[in-house]
């Protein structure tokens, strides 16, 4: 079955640990990103990447970071997350201008 | 000014209703205009793509455009109680097999009451 998933689904952290939400495709698409979403806001892209070892900025890449090293996986590290980084996740790819998305990571930082 | 607008509802009809939906959008180099529908919980899935102006039919759902308005439109017959979920209006300025960004509404939440 063609998907994307995400680990983990639910995390409760506290201000300042570094964490890493995992993504991974089976789909062999080049091109990944991730998003959060926030109410009110609606989807707000992070960071996206074009291929391995390719990655830019999305709209809100502060406070992020990605890496790209074999092309089904696209982690997602919060170095030293803070509260207003609370939100829902998702990790995307994109074929054709069409979004798959993964089922979405619920982050909280206290 | 957000490029894309959308009334975030929640919109609640009976069972058996007519839904429109609709987006507003103020960059003219959007081309292709899409609709994606999320579920509690879920991550969002397409539901349709469109790219002229005009109407676009699949099933119970039709698409339209309206480029010289800047106005697309998600309409929903005979709806039902599955069909609650949030809506997100989606637009990208080119299509190619190269990447491109996609803006996304802020979607609109849908209640079909039975």
């Known amino acids: 079955e063609a998907q994307v998933t995400q680990n983990p689904r639910y995390l409760i952290t506290v201000t300042g640990k570094k964490l890493t939400v995992t993504c991974s495709q089976n789909?062999?698409?080049?091109?990944m990103s991730w998003y959060r979403q926030d109410p009110g806001l609606g989807l707000r892209q992070i960071y996206y990447s074009m291929n391995v070892e390719v990655t830019d900025k999305g709209d809100v890449p502060e406070g992020y970071k990605v890496s790209r090293k074999e092309k089904r996986n696209f982690p997602l590290i919060l170095e030293s997350p803070s509260p207003n980084q609370t939100s829902l996740y998702f990790c995307a790819t994109y074929y054709y201008n069409e979004q798959f998305f993964g089922p979405g990571t619920r982050l909280t930082v206290l | 000014q957000k490029e894309v607008e959308q009334d975030p509802g929640p919109l609640s009809v009976p069972e058996g209703a007519i839904v429109s939906l609709n987006c507003t959008y103020s960059n003219s180099a959007f081309q292709y205009f899409m609709w994606y529908r999320q579920y509690s919980r879920k991550g969002p899935e397409l539901l349709m793509y469109t790219y002229s102006s005009g109407n676009k039919e699949d099933g119970r759902f039709t698409a339209q455009v309206d480029k010289s308005s800047k106005y697309i439109s998600l309409f929903i017959r005979d709806s039902q109680p599955s069909d609650s979920a949030t809506y997100l209006c989606a637009m990208t300025q080119g299509n190619s097999g190269g990447y491109q960004k996609v803006t996304f509404g802020t979607g609109t939440k849908l209640q079909v009451i039975p």
């Open positions: 789909m062999n698409h080049e091109y």
